[in-house]
């Protein structure tokens, strides 16, 4: 079985945050005497350049028997930043090399760009949802092994929200809304638009780009806070 499949042993720290997650959200729904209150921690993360690949695509690029092999794990369970890397080109040539792959597999192969990595690339990229490609800008991708022309697939990611039915019931969210990101920092700013994310398999983590990482010194920043 590949490493692009769920044959992949979780590593340590990932296992704790889930089970620390389980043991709080059952402590909250236990039974009175048992039970605390839940209080979610929220992580924001920048979400730098990066492209999801389908198998089929995987080995068109990395050559027969490719296998996408772990770099660095991410904060969601089972997902990770992978050694293999591929250049992105776009209109009359424009390019941005090391552009690293994350796994596992994907049914449709995307590539996520920043604001300013689509104009260095000459594509308007659109701002969508993860995984909403119709009718979006292609671009060449280039591996060590070959090659691939999409026709569609480069979009900016719209900012999201990653949360399990235990933190949205605290927050009082659901799937599919939006809301805001409180940022404090040297740069103080509010993100309007945030789409929430609910799925059990989920760590409560924000995503945003690198733009907006920037933008409002997210790594420097003193707090976070999630409002409707």
Known sequence: MSATTLNIPMPREQ????????VRERLA??????????????VVNISARHMHVSPDD?????????ELTVYR?????????????VTIIGPRRRAIENVRILGPVRKMTQVEVSFT?????????PCRPSGSIEGTPGCVVVGPKGS???KQGVIRAERHVH?????????????????????ESDCPTTFERLLCRVDP???LEVHLDTDEGNACDLVGADGVELLG
Request: aromatic fraction near 12%; hydrophobic fraction near 45%.
């Open 73 to 85: 794990w991410l904060y969601q369970p089972g997902e990770f930043a992978a050694d293999q890397q």
């Open 58 to 66: 995987l080995q068109r690029l990395f050559g027969p028997e490719a």
């Open 29 to 42: 729904a236990g039974e009175p005497q048992l039970s605390v209150a839940y209080t979610p921690n929220l």
């Open 15 to 22: 296992l704790e945050r889930v089970v620390r997650q389980v």
């Open 201 to 203: 398999r989920f760590l």
């Open 117 to 125: 990595d689509a104009v260095a690339l000459g594509i308007d990229a």
């Open 148 to 150: 691939i022309e999409l």
């Open 163 to 183: 949360m399990s039915p235990a933190d949205a019931g605290v927050y009082g969210f659901k799937d599919g809304q939006y809301v805001k990101l409180r940022v």
